[in-house]
């Protein structure tokens, strides 16, 4: 299968700084990649659509002011999750779409974000 | 609204006791359904793709099934380690591409 990567696994911050994780395709072009939030004994929610080179599409309820999604290359997903705050704790993971007319999508390892 | 819904939530088994895990969906126009398996603190690994009603896949001990409203993952003679959370999730035509997860099935198999 194909290999996402996803970095860091495991993040703690103090309330108030900002904090950035990479998703990476690695041996695939990605145009498109998801951003994920999961919470404990929960479904995988959508965040965001990010697309190469241009802006990424929010889900209802997600401030795009506060997570900052970055798609620079067709490898390359940023999401920087600004003034991080308690309630922002979660599980964060990524996707990416190798074709989307097969509907292939793999996932990154996804990242511990912790907020003191 | 595209939806899916996973059953039992939980499923604990004996080594070897063979058993199926259900994913009943809605969704406007099925581009595919997709089993994924996710260990703790993990991202999910994906095992199967089925794009059409009728369709069947198989790896190792694990069989999908699809049907125009359902699908069902067979576990034969499982083992301790097939121990994970099975995720279930559909992509519609209408989508970017994302797909719409159910909650899950935390399967545990006792040796």
């Known amino acids: 299968g194909a290999v996402v990567s996803q970095h860091p696994s495991r993040v703690i911050c103090k309330s108030g700084t900002s904090v950035k994780i990479e998703c990476r395709s690695l041996?695939?072009?990605?145009?498109?990649m998801f951003w994920y939030r999961q919470f404990p004994k929960q479904s995988l929610m959508l965040m965001a659509t990010s697309n190469e080179g241009s802006k990424a599409t929010y889900e209802q309820g997600v401030e795009k002011d506060k997570f900052l999604i970055n798609h620079a290359s067709l490898t390359l997903s940023t999401l920087t999750v600004t003034s991080a705050h308690p309630e922002d704790s979660s599980f964060y993971i990524c996707s990416a779409l190798r074709d989307r007319w097969r509907a292939e999508a793999f996932f990154g390892q996804g990242t511990r974000l912790t907020v003191v | 609204e595209d939806q899916v819904t996973q059953s039992p939530e939980a499923l604990r088994l004996q080594e070897g006791e063979s058993s199926s895990l259900n994913c009943s969906y809605t969704v406007s126009g099925l581009r595919g359904l997709f089993w994924y398996r996710q260990d703790p603190g993990k991202g999910p690994e994906f095992l199967f793709t089925l794009y059409s009603a009728g369709e069947e896949k198989e790896k190792e001990r694990l069989k999908a099934t699809l049907t125009k409203k359902e699908s069902f993952l067979h576990i034969t003679a499982p083992k301790p380690e097939d121990s994970a959370t099975y995720l279930c999730?559909?992509?519609?035509?209408?989508?970017?591409?994302?797909?719409?997860f159910g909650k899950g099935t935390k399967l545990s198999v006792k040796p």
């Open positions: 041996d695939f072009q990605a145009t498109t």
């Open positions: 999730a559909v992509q519609g035509s209408g989508s970017q591409g994302n797909l719409i």
